[in-house]
C-alpha cells in the first residue's frame, strides 16, 4: 500500500469521532460512573522516512512495575505544570526519547482514550520536524523503534486476541510488526486511527 502522506493521517485522525476504551470489545468490565479518570497524553510522533512515514514507539523496560516490555507511546499522566495534553506528551517525549519539543509540530488530536488502569489519554498526533537521534531514558525505555504508517493504516492488519485477566477473559486489539507485539490501549488508538470504525 503506498503511504498517502500527512495529508491523510490528519484527515483520519480528525474522522475519529467517538472515545475508545479498554472496554470496547468487553463492557461488563467497566465500573460503573463515577471514575474519577486520571489525565494523560501520549504522543504519537510520526516522521518522514524513504519508504513513507513512519511513527515512533518504544519498549518499556522489563524492570519497571507497571505495562514492563509492553509497547508504549511516548506519553503519561498530565501535570499540574504542563500546558495540557500537548505539553504533557510534549515533555515525556523529550524525557523518554530524548525528542526535543521544538522539534515537533503538533498536527491533531484524538479523542480520549480510557484504560482499564483508570486513565483518559488525549493521543496527540504530531509531526518530527528534523532527524533526531533517540536517547532511551534509562531505566524506563528498552528500545525505541518506527512502524511504517502504511502498515498501521491497514485495517486489516490489526487481529483480535484474549488472555485471561483477574479470572475473566479479556479481549483486546493487536498489530504485530517484526518482533514487536503491539497490543492493547496502544493497538486500539491506532486502530482508531486505521479508520476501523466497528468495534
Do not use: C
Not at 468487553?26 to 463515577?34: E, G, K, L, Q, V
Not at 474519577?36 to 504522543?43: D, F
Not at 504519537?44 to 509497547?71: V, W, Y
Not at 520536524?129 to 492488519?157: C, K, M, N
Request: aromatic share 10%.
Amino acid at each position: 500500500m503506498r503511504d498517502a502522506g500527512f495529508s491523510d493521517l490528519v484527515f483520519r485522525a480528525r474522522q475519529v469521532r467517538s472515545a475508545s476504551s479498554d472496554y470496547d470489545l468487553h463492557p461488563d468490565f467497566r465500573s460503573p460512573p463515577p471514575r474519577n479518570l486520571r489525565p494523560a497524553a501520549v504522543l504519537l510522533a510520526f516522521f518522514e522516512a524513504p519508504d513513507g512515514l513512519r511513527l515512533i514507539l518504544t519498549k518499556r523496560s522489563a524492570a519497571l512495575r507497571h505495562h514492563p516490555g509492553q509497547i508504549a507511546f511516548p506519553g503519561g499522566k498530565v501535570d499540574s505544570g504542563d500546558a495540557g495534553p500537548h505539553g504533557a506528551a510534549l515533555r515525556e517525549a523529550e524525557e523518554e526519547i530524548g525528542l526535543a519539543r521544538e522539534n515537533v509540530e503538533i498536527l491533531a488530536d484524538m479523542p480520549a482514550h480510557e484504560t482499564i488502569t483508570g486513565f483518559s489519554i488525549v493521543p496527540v498526533l504530531g509531526r518530527i520536524r528534523a532527524t533526531f537521534d533517540p536517547v532511551p531514558e534509562a531505566g524506563e525505555v528498552e528500545e525505541v523503534f518506527s512502524v511504517p504508517y502504511s502498515h498501521l493504516s491497514q485495517p486489516d492488519a490489526f487481529t483480535v486476541e484474549s488472555r485471561f485477566w483477574q479470572g475473566r477473559r479479556r479481549y483486546y486489539y493487536t498489530i504485530p510488526w517484526g518482533p514487536y507485539y503491539i497490543w492493547g490501549a496502544t493497538a486500539r488508538i491506532l486502530r482508531a486511527l486505521a479508520g476501523a470504525g466497528d468495534r
